[in-house]
């Protein structure tokens, strides 16, 4: 008969990134920066005694000590919570994924308390020759998700996410986004770069410094509101995505044109002036003042009713 399940917390960002800490059946572990601890996290942001993670045949459950910066589990500051399979809980810089013991090593669950911490410094040295504290994929921390962590914990700095050739740019003052860019390009708009940004599933992250850059526009929403109205538009835009053309197509207007102007309102005269002037869908979706499924619905319309056809 099979014993409980047992789990192990991943690093998958911070200071100790890559490292693992098997959870023992029927034991509690104590987590914080005193040397003499089960799980030592040597960094400013982590209490002397910061959490208590326990195991027990029900399940792992975690509990903040009274820390200085608060414990979060999926972006929310918790006293006590009960931990699911695919959690993520923020302590410090430090983001701790619990996996099924079958997602790591078995032979961990065979090392002591000083292996583990010297396996542990092993992987601080080597990231500490890397990147910031705070990096990582984001196909293992998704952009929303890291958000919600980094607003409840309020965090400050620029979160870079970087996709290929293409670098995202997520401003943060104490937990707020107020500005959003991508390649740095400052036409695109704030609004319409973060919606792109919450659609990629895949690259890296990095939270750097703060910035002392100033943008004639600055984003009011709240993370909870950027986040809602992203993910809306998101949905919908997959709902029509097998009808949309590539970003790659070009444009132009039917010759001789009898679709009738007149019927067209102001939005989409706007779109289709675009599309005269620069052919592109690209193009067209960066300089048109809509979002981009707004501008990819608007664009469908036009093909539908006569206005324009594909170029080959």
Known sequence: MAGPKRFALKFISGKYQGGEFPLQPNKEIVVGRSSELDMVLVEDM??????????SDSG??????????????????????????????????SILKLVGIEATDPSALNMDREQIKAAMERVAKRKARSSSPMS?????????????LFTTSKKS????????????????RNGKIYYVSIDDDHDLGPQKAFTRLMA???GFF????PSNEKFMVELDESTEGLLMDAMREIDEFKRIEAQCPPTTSRFGLVRPLSAPLRDLDEE??????????NSGVQSTLDRSVLSDLETYQIILHLVRKGYIRELR
Do not use: C
Request: no cysteine; glycine share 8%; net charge neutral.
């Open 136 to 148: 990582g994929r984001i196909d293992e921390v998704p952009l929303p998700d890291l958000l919600q």
């Open 60 to 93: 792992v459950s975690i509990q903040d000590m009274g820390s200085t910066n608060g414990t979060f589990v999926n972006g929310e500051k918790v006293k006590k919570a009960r931990l699911q399979e695919g959690d993520r809980i923020l302590i410090g810089t």
């Open 268 to 277: 989409k005269l706007d779109v289709l002036q675009l599309i005269h002037n």
């Open 157 to 172: 700095g620029v979160m870079l996410i970087r996709r290929d050739e293409q670098v995202g740019k997520i401003y943060l």
């Open 200 to 202: 990629w599933e895949e």
């Open 206 to 209: 990095e939270l750097t410094a």
């Open 46 to 55: 982590v209490s002397r005694k910061h959490a208590k993670i326990a195991t």
